[in-house]
């Protein structure tokens, strides 16, 4: 007892910022775990505002990044988020960090070094080397990222033109969009794709797809998922290589996006299965296909999960769909999409306003039948009819708001 006493007493009094080291790759993951005190290895590139306020919320101090919190792609906002909630934030300079400090382990961080916080030690065992990013060093990168953006905008809209030009057949008129057997037109239709946190959406998505019974369209492993997920994919959208033999026959019919000279990857899977497809010859992702393919058959709502196209995937140059025919398909679509999570934030708000309606009327009607049974006069017995007519008239305001 008397040496941990000691050891907490050295901790104390050594500079820097000290805390139990939480590592994970899986941003999402590492905030459920993470509590005050905690420093936060993680590898997210530009860091954005919403995880910014989860990381202060959580009270951890010192947040390290194995990739830039801020890239200069955009001006992203999570750093100054970070800074102004009193989180120390560092970008390592050394590529190592998650081989180099170990989960749970005690760490202290002093002059943009992380060290090992051991007192068996004369010397402090130097872990990763970092930059830290203080107001001025992120005022300053912030500078840089506006800059960055507008020649991103200019580069973007060259490609925007290119892409109009090359396929404004498919986008305005649908020329090219295969035909399905499914009936798509008036219906509500959800499309999986394999974005980060697909399997999440779909399941928030639960009450709605009970109500409506939507077609179901996977893209890529999001039709696994929903095959996991109790569902049968009513149209899969996506390469059958990346596929389980499950999924594929499970009796949907099948699209392969193909490049614009008609070649189409997995297809000698599907021969090998003996299953039908047809290719779907587009520059556009998986997603965007399956969107185009769903509105040009006239599905009253299509309703996404996991196909995000948020100002980060927008401006990250990395990604394939980072292009044009994300965004431009997006507006094509745009007055019938709409995403799982405000999908699951309407059915949250909508049920409880309804039940509470229904259980004063209900309770009204009981108090009226109690009061006839009991013999009571009619003066009261007008005062709980009128009661009752203003709660149905309410409850019926309710009905029409949320309903």
């Given at each position: 007892?008397k040496?941990?006493?000691?050891?907490?007493?050295?901790?104390e009094?050594?500079p820097?910022?000290?805390?139990?080291?939480?590592?994970?790759?899986?941003t999402?993951?590492?905030?459920?775990?993470?509590?005050?005190?905690?420093?936060?290895?993680?590898?997210?590139?530009d860091?954005?505002?919403?995880?910014?306020?989860?990381?202060?919320a959580?009270g951890?101090t010192a947040v390290?990044?194995?990739?830039p919190?801020i890239?200069?792609?955009?001006?992203?906002i999570?750093?100054?988020?970070?800074?102004?909630?009193?989180?120390?934030l560092l970008?390592?300079v050394?590529?190592?960090?998650?081989?180099?400090?170990?989960?749970?382990?005690?760490?202290?961080?002093?002059?943009?070094?992380v060290?090992?916080?051991?007192?068996?030690?004369?010397?402090p065992?130097?872990l990763?080397?970092?930059?830290?990013?203080?107001?001025?060093?992120?005022a300053?990168?912030m500078?840089?990222?506006?800059?960055?953006?507008?020649?991103h905008?200019?580069?973007?809209?060259?490609?925007?033109?290119?892409?109009?030009?090359?396929?404004?057949?498919?986008?305005?008129?649908g020329?090219?969009?295969p035909?399905?057997?499914?009936e798509?037109?008036?219906?509500?239709?959800?499309v999986?794709?394999?974005?980060?946190g697909?399997?999440?959406?779909?399941?928030?998505?639960?009450?709605?797809?009970?109500?409506?019974r939507?077609?179901?369209?996977?893209?890529?492993?999001?039709?696994?998922?929903?095959r996991r997920?109790g569902y049968?994919?009513?149209?899969?959208?996506?390469?059958?290589?990346?596929?389980?033999?499950?999924?594929?026959?499970?009796?949907?019919?099948?699209?392969i996006?193909?490049?614009?000279?008609?070649?189409a990857?997995?297809?000698?899977?599907?021969?090998e299965?003996?299953?039908?497809?047809?290719?779907?010859?587009?520059?556009g992702?998986?997603?965007?296909l399956?969107?185009?393919?769903a509105h040009?058959h006239?599905?009253?709502?299509?309703?996404t999960a996991?196909?995000?196209?948020s100002?980060?995937?927008?401006?990250?140059?990395?990604?394939?769909d980072?292009?044009?025919?994300?965004?431009?398909?997006?507006?094509?679509?745009?007055?019938?999409?709409?995403?799982?999570?405000?999908?699951?934030?309407?059915?949250?708000?909508?049920?409880?306003?309804?039940?509470?309606?229904?259980?004063?009327?209900?309770?009204?009607?009981?108090?009226?039948?109690?009061i006839?049974?009991?013999g009571?006069?009619?003066?009261?017995?007008?005062g709980?009819?009128?009661?009752?007519?203003?709660?149905?008239?309410?409850?019926?305001?309710?009905?029409?708001r949320?309903?």
């Amino acid at each position: 007892m008397k040496m941990l006493a000691l050891l907490s007493k050295n901790s104390e009094t050594l500079p820097g910022r000290t805390g139990t080291a939480r590592v994970d790759r899986d941003t999402r993951r590492l905030v459920a775990r993470l509590g005050p005190g905690d420093i936060a290895v993680l590898d997210e590139m530009d860091l954005d505002q919403t995880l910014a306020e989860q990381l202060v919320a959580a009270g951890v101090t010192a947040v390290v990044n194995t990739s830039p919190s801020i890239s200069g792609r955009y001006p992203n906002i999570g750093p100054e988020v970070l800074v102004a909630g009193g989180v120390l934030l560092l970008d390592t300079v050394s590529s190592d960090a998650f081989g180099r400090i170990k989960d749970g382990t005690r760490v202290r961080i002093e002059d943009g070094v992380v060290y090992a916080d051991r007192f068996t030690r004369k010397e402090p065992e130097a872990l990763v080397e970092c930059l830290e990013l203080d107001e001025e060093a992120i005022a300053e990168r912030m500078r840089e990222a506006r800059h960055g953006l507008a020649e991103h905008l200019e580069s973007f809209a060259g490609d925007a033109l290119e892409f109009i030009r090359a396929e404004s057949s498919l986008l305005m008129d649908g020329i090219g969009v295969p035909e399905v057997d499914l009936e798509l037109n008036g219906r509500q239709v959800v499309v999986v794709g394999a974005g980060a946190g697909h399997a999440e959406d779909l399941r928030k998505l639960k009450p709605f797809v009970k109500e409506y019974r939507p077609i179901m369209i996977g893209v890529g492993v999001g039709a696994d998922t929903l095959r996991r997920a109790g569902y049968r994919p009513d149209l899969i959208v996506g390469n059958p290589d990346e596929l389980t033999v499950k999924t594929l026959t499970c009796g949907a019919e099948l699209i392969i996006p193909a490049d614009l000279d008609g070649r189409a990857g997995g297809l000698e899977r599907v021969k090998e299965l003996g299953l039908g497809a047809t290719t779907f010859p587009c520059s556009g992702t998986p997603v965007d296909l399956a969107l185009l393919l769903a509105h040009h058959h006239g599905a009253a709502l299509i309703v996404t999960a996991g196909a995000s196209a948020s100002l980060e995937e927008f401006f990250d140059r990395g990604r394939r769909d980072s292009n044009p025919a994300t965004f431009l398909t997006r507006l094509k679509v745009g007055e019938s999409i709409m995403d799982a999570g405000a999908v699951a934030t309407l059915y949250r708000n909508r049920f409880p306003g309804v039940l509470a309606a229904l259980l004063i009327l209900a309770v009204l009607g009981a108090a009226i039948v109690a009061i006839l049974a009991a013999g009571h006069g009619t003066e009261m017995l007008a005062g709980a009819q009128e009661m009752l007519s203003r709660a149905e008239l309410w409850g019926r305001e309710v009905l029409a708001r949320t309903g």
